[in-house]
């Protein structure tokens, strides 16, 4: 999305490693953040969220940093899995709950 | 027991025709959404409504015009179909509008001959 710039585009980890995930946001009034997962033919799924107020954000072995000073997220995912491929989006939420989108990272866990 | 529904999850119609896509959600929410996802999955929002009113309508032709009956079902129509509305459609809701997580349909995979 033109308000989110998402990268890398595409991600290869070996089943074990970690991914990081980074995006930069522009509106600096937006306070929620969410995270999702796509597998293919699927709809997108909620993973994880933060909102302004936090900086740090843990859930199972998925950890979103926000730092609002330079506008940066970052998902990392520790200990992948095969599982664990899939497009992840972040996203940021304005006051009317309009999400804009990054354009997605597209995950490769390889064995 | 799906939580956002959508049907039909793959639609294939020619140029010039007609065509509706249908959601429901069970959860109770109050806000519902119209994405679509073109073929980079480049997400981007169509529609919103929070208890039946329009209340987020992005610059998309209208052609597509949005009809909520209830809270519960959001109904995407489409006029005229062109070959660059080939896409997938998601349908999703949030508890209420603002700072709340999605919950997404399936998606639809509208392809335009």
């Known amino acids: 999305g033109e308000n989110v710039e998402q990268h890398p585009s595409t991600l290869s980890v070996q089943e074990g490693d970690s991914a990081v995930i980074k995006c930069t946001y522009s509106?600096?009034?937006?306070?929620?953040f969410p995270w999702y997962k796509q597998e293919l033919g699927k709809g997108p799924q909620l993973i994880i969220d933060?909102?302004?107020?936090?900086d740090k954000r843990q859930g199972q072995r998925v950890t979103v940093l926000l730092n609002k000073t330079v506008k940066h997220l970052s998902l990392q995912i520790a200990a992948t899995q095969p599982g664990d491929s899939a497009v992840y989006f972040c996203?940021?939420?304005?006051?009317?709950?309009?999400?804009?989108f990054g354009a997605g990272t597209q995950v490769v866990v390889t064995p | 027991d799906t939580a956002v529904s959508q049907t039909p999850k793959y639609l294939v119609t020619q140029m010039g025709n007609d065509k509706s896509i249908k959601c429901e959600q069970n959860?109770?929410?109050?806000?519902m959404y119209w994405y679509k996802q073109d073929s980079k999955k480049f997400l981007k929002i169509m529609f919103s409504y929070n208890n039946k009113e329009l209340i987020i309508n992005e610059t998309v032709p209208n052609r597509f015009s949005p009809k909520s009956p209830d809270k519960a079902h959001l109904n995407l129509h489409i006029n005229s179909l062109e070959l660059g509305d080939s896409a997938v459609y998601f349908c999703a809701s949030s508890l209420d509008r603002g700072n709340y997580g999605y919950t997404f349909g399936s998606g639809t995979r509208l392809t335009v001959v």
């Open positions: 509106d600096s009034a937006s306070n929620y």
């Open positions: 933060i909102r302004s107020n936090m």
């Open positions: 959860l109770g929410h109050d806000t």
């Open positions: 996203a940021e939420s304005d006051s009317w709950g309009k999400l804009q």
